[in-house]
């Protein structure tokens, strides 16, 4: 009688540990693989949305229609009210399908670093750049130091 106890409750124990590491691998999946596409809104119509290579930069310009403005993978991106800056990378397989797209620009050289710049008051997108004419156009611009890129320190006079 005392191992029919003992059986039952190792077989309870057991179930509530395969429940909790299910429960647990749902959770874990819903945190993370399903905010990996969410969509955020970045102002002014503007939105970002996928992951790595994948990611997309576009603006809605109706209830139904969107316009792409960026593809590839954005390493890393910041904004306010006024600007969107943008550092992406490309891949040559990125490369290859965004030079059948007529309205993506490559650089000469065949750079795989661009930078970005969006004027969400004005419409107005600038890019790809490389380092120097972009922290050249973010002085220009008069964009404010508390907006930053990764691995870029701008000294710029608000």
Excluded at 137 to 146: A, F
């Amino acid at each position: 009688m005392v191992q029919a106890l003992l059986n039952l409750n190792l077989n309870e124990i057991m179930k509530k540990v395969i429940r909790f590491y299910l429960s647990l691998s749902l959770i874990m999946t819903g945190a993370f693989g399903c905010t990996l596409d969410k969509e955020r809104n970045l102002g002014d119509g503007y939105f970002i949305t996928g992951y790595g290579a994948s990611t997309e930069i576009y603006k809605k310009v109706s209830k139904k229609e969107d316009k792409e403005i960026l593809l590839g993978e954005i390493v890393d991106y910041s904004f306010n009210d006024n600007f969107i800056l943008i550092y992406r990378k490309i891949s040559e397989d990125v490369k290859e399908f965004l030079n059948d797209r007529s309205r993506y620009e490559i650089m000469r050289g065949g750079d795989t670093i661009q930078y970005w710049i969006i004027d969400k008051k004005k419409n107005i997108i600038i890019g790809p750049l490389h380092k120097d004419v972009y922290l050249l156009k973010c002085k220009e611009l008069s964009i404010p130091n508390n907006i930053q890129i990764q691995n870029i320190k701008r000294d710029v006079a608000p």
